[in-house]
């Protein structure tokens, strides 16, 4: 289960502020249960920072965007990305990282 989670295809991705799973990720978390994935990525955390890394490398772009090239779209969205990086700075101090997976489901992640 633990190399379902490394495939390369799964991710995070931010919608607004919350995180989400992408595409391949939430139909692996349908299939084996959100309980189940929480406890392989608490588990596991090095499977969650691979994806969260990826968001970081997504917020460097938008920034270099926004700051040199001055694009609106760009700008709008940085402000998301700002929320992640405190967020991931209060994990990466012990905290937990919320993953909305529905309205009314999550699963919450810490190292």
Not at 62 to 73: A, N
Request: with cysteine; net charge negative; hydrophobic share 35%.
């Amino acid at each position: 289960m633990s190399q379902d989670l490394r495939d390369p295809s799964n991710g995070l991705i931010l919608k607004g502020y919350d995180i989400i799973p992408n595409k391949p990720l939430l139909y692996r978390i349908a299939l084996y249960s959100a309980d189940i994935v929480e406890t392989i990525l608490n588990a596991n955390p090095e499977i969650a920072e691979l994806w969260l890394e990826k968001i970081q490398d997504e917020y460097m772009v938008m920034k270099k965007r926004c700051d040199l090239e001055h694009d609106p779209s760009a700008c709008f969205n940085l402000g998301f990305y700002e929320e992640f990086e405190k967020n991931l700075a209060n994990y990466e101090n012990g905290g937990s990282l919320k993953i909305s997976i529905t309205k009314n489901k999550s699963i919450w992640i810490s190292k």
